[in-house]
Nanobody, 121 residues
Framework: QVQLVESGGGLVQAGGSLRVSCAAS????????RAWFRQAPGKEREFVAT????????NYADSVKGRFTISRVIAKNTMYLQMNSLKPEDTAVYYC??????????????WGQGTQVTVSS
């Protein structure tokens, strides 16, 4: 069973930066993509960014392109999401996920518990 544990969420002012991390337990397939999704109150879970674990190819939602950067350190089995120029509409619980890939939640098998990111105006 793969476990994903997020950390690094918090409260930040609009225009600020925050980095969230996702550490995976042993057993996470190196062939799996890793991704970040987010879910705001009353809204559906939405795609933020994804990275191919082996090759490092990335893909971003239009709403975060140019502001967020997804990365990983393979040796640490850890993924990161660097968030810059944060906006109040970025406020959500951020989830990391691992699985075959894509931009929809159904493409991922394993999920973390989530970490709250709140951006004040």
């Amino acid at each position: 069973q793969v476990q994903l544990v997020e950390s690094g969420g918090g409260l930040v002012q609009a225009g600020g930066s925050l980095r969230v991390s996702c550490a995976a337990s042993r057993g996470a397939s190196s062939s799996y993509a890793r991704a970040w999704f987010r879910q705001a109150p009353g809204k559906e879970r939405e795609f933020v960014a994804t990275i191919a674990w082996g090759g490092g190819t990335t893909n971003y939602a239009d709403s975060v392109k140019g502001r967020f950067t997804i990365s990983r350190v393979i040796a640490k089995n850890t993924m990161y999401l660097q968030m810059n120029s944060l906006k109040p509409e970025d406020t959500a619980v951020y989830y990391c996920a691992a699985g075959p890939g894509g931009t929809r939640p159904v493409g991922y098998i394993y999920w973390g518990q989530g970490t709250q990111v709140t951006v004040s105006s």
